[in-house]
């Protein structure tokens, strides 16, 4: 099946059709990750260009991290109507079907940033963003369980422009993310 073709769950009718991650696979070492697309992004067919593409683009910059070096992707790659969260059938079918593909084709991958619960979910399905934001974990790849990948989690960028004290955490949590960076340590 080809993924603009995929129909595999309810919420693919909402859609006009999946966004697929954008970036360079060859060279990107930070994956950022967010929930699935909203109407802007439906109608452009990118990730991360409206108004919670500004945010995490703000974020990017409290993190000294360039966007175009980063592979940038959702973990369901359809919209769903009012920013209703897809339901964990769907994120679950995507996460197998595209996600971990999606992921394994990034070489140079060392770096998850996860946006957000259904985010982080997909290394750590019993935490929650409000325990876990602003720090790092070491977890088995789930396309490859013999390496291990870096994970950061914060909330997601959507949130943070909601309430403004969630605001006030993301760009904290993108200052410890600079540091992270900073400290980070090269193959
Ligand atoms: N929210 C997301 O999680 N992803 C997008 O691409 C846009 C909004």
Same mark, same amino acid.
């Given at each position: ?63 000294? %991290? ?45 770096? %998850? ?35 291990? %990948? ?15 004290? %969630? ?21």
């Amino acid at each position: 099946m080809k993924f603009e073709d995929c129909v595999l769950c309810n919420e693919r009718h909402y859609a006009t059709k999946p966004v697929p991650g954008e970036g360079n696979s060859k060279l990107a070492q930070i994956c950022l990750l967010g929930r699935n697309p909203g109407e802007k992004e439906d109608e452009s067919g990118r990730p991360f260009i409206g108004r919670a593409g500004r945010k995490l683009n703000e974020g990017l910059q409290f993190a000294g %991290i360039l966007r175009n070096t980063c592979w940038v992707t959702n973990v369901s790659k359809c919209y769903t109507p009012k920013n209703v969260a897809p339901s964990a059938k769907c994120l679950r079918t995507c996460q197998r079907t595209w996600l971990l593909d999606e992921l394994a084709r990034l070489k140079q991958l060392r770096l %998850i940033v996860a946006f957000g619960n259904q985010a982080l979910h997909v290394f750590e399905s019993l935490a929650r963003v409000g325990e876990l934001h602003g720090y790092s974990f070491d977890v088995d790849r789930p396309w490859e369980p013999e390496k291990r %990948i870096t994970v950061f989690c914060s909330y997601h960028p959507s949130a943070a422009l909601r309430m403004s004290n %969630i605001n006030k955490m993301y760009l904290a949590d993108m200052v410890k993310l600079k540091q992270l960076e900073k400290e980070a340590t090269y193959d």
